[in-house]
């Protein structure tokens, strides 16, 4: 595979797994005095994670070698989990809100930070919930053989996405924040 489609793979996956950066945010806009969301008053953000869905797809089917209608069976289900994904990512962006409110207090209830905190541990305890589920789905539209493919896929994905984020580190070791 070319090196530019595994790189635009590699971030796409990194920014969709792992990035609340990518929850979408409501169609009219924040609410008047609330924090914009990542998505809002960025419509390119939202249109490059398709194209980068979009692609993913194009790349397991070249790697797995699947038919059309595999492949649209397969697409239906990722756009199912990737809504999943995207909700709990929006629902983790309110959460967070909600916790720097919060802390912001002059005295911040303990009760009210505990919950909010317990409430991000679970929205965090989703997301291999939701991964699990898409596996398990799109096992049930592939073939052994294309499952092996899939997990094979998957594992390189990975591998080439932590040595783009280590690179990414090297070369900025202060953009952490």
């Not at 809002?40 to 939202?46: H, I, L, N």
């Not at 249109?47 to 797809?57: C, D, I, S, Y």
């Not at 591998?159 to 070791?173: E, G, T, V």
Request: net charge positive; proline share 6%; hydrophobic share 40%.
């Amino acid at each position: 595979m070319k090196v530019a489609t595994w790189v635009s793979l590699g971030l796409g996956a990194a920014l969709c797994v792992g990035s609340v950066a990518f929850a979408e945010g409501p169609e009219d806009g924040p609410p008047p005095g609330a924090r914009p969301g990542p998505r809002e008053g960025r419509p390119f953000q939202k249109r490059a994670l398709q194209k980068m869905r979009t692609m993913r797809l194009l790349e397991i089917q070249s790697a797995l070698n699947l038919d059309e209608a595999t492949t649209l069976k397969l697409s239906a289900i990722f756009k199912r989990h990737d809504a999943e994904r995207d909700k709990m990512f929006e629902e983790v962006r309110k959460e967070m809100q909600a916790l720097r409110a919060i802390a912001k207090e002059a005295k911040p209830d303990d009760a009210k930070l505990t919950a909010a905190v317990d409430k991000l541990v679970a929205l965090r305890q989703k997301m291999p919930e939701i991964q699990l589920a898409q596996i398990a789905d799109a096992r049930k539209v592939l073939t052994p053989l294309q499952q092996a493919k899939y997990r094979v896929f998957e594992a390189e994905v990975d591998l080439r996405m932590r040595h783009l984020l280590a690179r990414s580190q090297d070369k900025y070791p202060n953009s952490r924040r």
